[in-house]
């Protein structure tokens, strides 16, 4: 196979990906299927900041940008059966009760966590020790230029924590689970150990000062933007939109089976950020996974980080070398 040239590197030499936007599928139908999932994506986001920009006190709080994400993801989840990417990816009801225990685990023992030893709590310690009222000046910025911020801020920081992954192998261990999954589904970025899960949610954003509403905006733009990246939907996303977003076809290369593939594509919600540090890479592909699309069960996918490194360990120290890894975290 021999592949596509992206920059200095070649793409598609190890599996069979798609490169260009002219080369991805387009959607089938009429002209109201043909609007709808291409103004979809765009209509949604303006009217989720609408939604949280002028909303009452009363019901712009954090249950109700709870509710709002449940339903916004039960009609997606109903678009990947009415307008699926792949006809392979669709959810069985196996996927589906794998995926909910993983979407489970992060609303209750992830969200303990981070509520006690995750960033926003280190954040609040080390505020008692410095005087950050040098920051405090956020707060009196435009209210959606502060909810861009937010969510800019936590993207660049999950663009490098994402990078680090796949080039230091400690990280590496704890993310390779999430890239066993063998297609993109509504939930499946809830998929993965709880390790991984936990350090990709790390953010410095706490540390400026922003109004309530800034923080709800900034959620529905990550929700308006990041959930298409695990979705089995097609769209004719627009230029400008799959220049400035991640969208799913870029994830899907992320994900896809060629190593040099899956080293694209790190951030979350703007995909801008890649084209900055030469990392995007416009295309998609349909065979996900690693080792040839193994399948992991939840038990290996819970002990893997830990059993591969007790292995490593004992073979550097010990009289063996350790096996090289299926994919190599670094550049």
């Known amino acids: 196979m021999d592949g596509v040239r992206v920059g200095k590197r070649i793409i598609g030499a190890d ?3 798609t490169i260009g ?3 991805v599928g387009r959607v089938q ?3 109201v299927k043909q609007f709808v999932f291409t103004w979809f994506q765009p209509a949604m986001l303006f009217a989720l900041v ?4 002028y909303a009452p006190n009363s019901i712009a709080k954090a249950s109700t940008a709870i509710g709002i994400g449940i339903g916004f993801k039960a009609l997606l989840l109903a678009l990947e059966w009415v307008n699926p990417r792949y006809d392979s990816w669709r959810l069985t009801w196996k996927e589906l009760v794998v995926d909910l225990f993983y979407v489970s685990l992060g609303y209750t023992v992830l969200a303990v966590l981070e509520r006690y030893i995750g960033s926003d709590a280190v954040i609040e310690a080390l505020q008692h020790q410095f005087d950050w009222d040098k920051l405090a000046w956020f707060i009196g910025l435009p209210l959606l230029v502060q909810a861009f911020l937010i969510s800019f801020i936590f993207d660049f920081g999950q663009y490098w924590m994402h990078r680090g992954m796949h080039n230091w192998y400690p990280l590496w261990l704890t993310h390779s689970v999430h890239h066993y999954i063998t297609q993109l589904n509504i939930n499946k970025g809830a998929v993965g150990n709880p390790v991984e899960l936990f350090l990709i949610g790390l953010g410095i954003g706490g540390f400026f000062d922003f109004l309530p509403r800034a923080a709800l905006l900034a959620g529905s733009i990550g929700l ?4 298409y990246q695990h979705i089995n939907v097609r769209f004719n996303t627009p230029s400008w939109w799959r220049y400035i977003f991640n969208t799913t076809e ?3 290369l992320h994900h896809s089976q060629d190593y040099e593939a899956t080293r694209s594509n790190y951030a979350g919600t703007y995909i801008f950020i890649d084209r900055m540090f030469g990392t995007c890479v416009d295309g998609e592909a349909e065979l996900l996974g690693m080792e040839g699309g193994r399948r992991m069960s939840i038990r290996e ?3 893997y980080p830990f059993t591969e490194a007790w292995k490593t360990t ?5 009289k063996g070398q350790p096996d090289q890894p299926e994919m190599v975290p670094a550049e």
Do not use: D, L
């Open 15 to 17: 599996a069979p990906v």
């Open 21 to 23: 936007w002219e080369n």
């Open 29 to 31: 139908g009429g002209r």
């Open 50 to 53: 609408a939604f949280w920009y």
């Open 224 to 227: 308006a933007v990041s959930t």
């Open 250 to 252: 870029h994830h899907s």
């Open 301 to 303: 996918q819970m002990t």
């Open 314 to 318: 004992k073979a550097r120290f010990g």
